[in-house]
Structures are given as structure tokens and as C-alpha cells.
């Protein structure tokens, strides 16, 4: 299910990580799905960004067999306290997805799904106030029950963090 996910909308993490503007969030060249795209397909004629599903922006699988959902924002992330259920429905979202495509069930996929929120701290106005903020105001816990993780991490932490700790 994966490979053939990645041949069809198989990019680098840093491609994937870009904004509209074009800049990248983290360094990675690694090759992940571009979960977004691939649900961009699925709905093609959703012109309302409210009418087609959210998305994580990718899913990386790893050497060891775990699953990624990493959701990239490249700047303040203070507005997590106003949008948490938009994280919520991205994952939710984009889980029902994967179970659909792998015709798996989400007690599988628990035992080794993590979100990963990778932030640029140097695009926000104050790295320490959005990493606190965003770890004080995201209840981790109401995701234990999807996910055998949740992390919040700084782009940098998360660029020298991915060979040991993800791939």
C-alpha cells in the first residue's frame, strides 16, 4: 500500500514542506506521500476548501515499520490555541483514509502511527512563546486513542532528530 502510494505521490519531505511562497520547513530529502495530493485526487473538483477532507500533509513510513503523519507550518503557531480541531480533523481525516486504503483497521495502525507538527521557529516571532504555547494548549492525550504518539517539534530539532529518531 505504501510503495504504491509513494510512486504515485511520492515527493521529499522538503518539497512537501514548502508554503505557498515556496519556503521549505525542514531539510529532509527523504521521499514521503504527499497525503495531500493524494486526497487532492480524490476530490478534484472541490473548488471550497471547507468541501474536501483535511489532510496531514505526509505519511512516511520508516525502516522499522512505524507510520508518520507530519503536518508542517511554517510560522507563528500560536494559532493552535484556535485551531486545535483542525489538527484534530486532520488526523482523524487522514486516518480514515489510510484504514480505507489499506483496508486495515485504526486499532492496527495505533501500535505504530505518530503525528509529528514540525513548526519554523525562525519565521516566528518568538520560538520559546509558540513552543510553549503550542505544547500548553494541544491536549495530547485526546489522541492516545489513534496514535501511539503526538510530537511538537522546532524544524531544527526535527531536521537533526530524523535519522536517529524517525527513519
Request: proline share 1%; charged share 25%.
Amino acid at each position: 500500500m505504501y510503495s504504491s502510494l509513494l510512486a504515485s505521490y511520492g515527493k521529499t519531505l522538503e518539497d512537501i514542506s514548502k508554503d505557498n511562497s515556496e519556503n521549505a520547513v525542514t531539510t529532509i530529502t527523504d521521499k514521503a506521500v504527499d497525503f495531500d495530493d493524494y486526497i487532492d485526487t480524490l476530490y478534484p473538483n472541490s473548488s471550497e476548501k471547507h468541501s474536501k477532507p483535511s489532510s496531514c500533509d505526509a505519511l512516511y513510513y520508516s525502516s522499522n515499520g512505524n507510520y508518520f503523519f507530519i503536518e508542517f507550518k511554517n510560522g507563528d503557531i500560536n494559532y493552535v490555541n484556535s485551531k486545535e480541531d483542525n489538527i484534530r480533523k486532520k488526523i482523524s481525516e487522514s486516518l480514515l483514509f489510510l484504514t480505507e486504503i489499506s483496508s486495515s483497521t485504526i486499532v492496527n495502525f495505533k501500535q505504530n502511527l505518530t503525528f509529528i507538527l514540525v513548526y519554523n521557529s525562525r519565521n516566528s516571532k518568538s520560538m520559546i512563546s509558540s513552543h510553549i504555547t503550542a505544547k500548553a494548549t494541544i491536549n495530547i492525550d485526546r489522541y492516545k486513542y489513534w496514535l501511539k504518539d503526538f510530537f511538537i517539534q522546532d524544524a531544527v530539532d526535527f531536521d537533526k532528530d530524523f535519522i536517529s529518531k524517525y527513519r
